[in-house]
């Protein structure tokens, strides 16, 4: 299952929102999904994410890999999807815009086999909604205004 969107803000800067666990965990930037980091290193984060899809409640564990390049890749670990991934694919479209493509592959079990079909709907929708909601939230400039305000208290902390 796909989804794409159109944000006019550098790639850089979109990758850089899209891989920020924690400011997406501090500001709410989805609404009804809870992020969790377990742990954050240079080269990935584990997180833990807390969402509904239609009538069923996720809780899902991920690692996602922190590269410069490429697709970021978020790996179900755990949970009701576990060994899937949700892949986001960031492509300049000029110097101040990118196309997202988001990507969600899931296994089915037997149960889910049969309820795919309810489902299937109802995680597109949310797929759209996650891509819109990061949308506004770098148009809002409030990643920016976030990351910024941690970096100036990080530096005023060491002095």
């Not at 991920?62 to 949970?79: A, C, K, Q, R």
Request: proline share 3%.
């Amino acid at each position: 299952m796909s989804a794409t969107a159109h944000i006019n803000r550098s790639a850089d800067i979109v990758r850089r929102q899209f891989a920020d666990v924690h400011h997406h965990a501090a500001t709410g930037v989805h609404k009804g999904v809870v992020f969790e980091v377990d742990e954050q290193t240079a080269d990935r984060c584990l997180y833990r994410q807390t969402s509904r899809v239609g009538p069923l409640k996720l809780r899902q564990e991920f690692e996602l890999p922190l590269t410069t390049h490429g697709p970021l890749v978020n790996t179900i670990t755990t949970g009701q999807f576990k060994d899937g991934s949700i892949t986001f694919t960031i492509t300049p479209d000029g110097a101040e815009s990118s196309v997202v493509d988001a990507q969600l592959r899931v296994s089915t079990n037997r149960l889910q086999a049969v309820l795919t079909p309810l489902l299937k709907a109802n995680v597109r929708k949310a797929l759209l909604r996650a891509l819109a909601e990061d949308k506004a939230d770098i148009a809002s400039l409030r990643w920016g205004r976030v990351r910024l305000q941690l970096a100036i208290m990080s530096e005023a902390g060491k002095q």
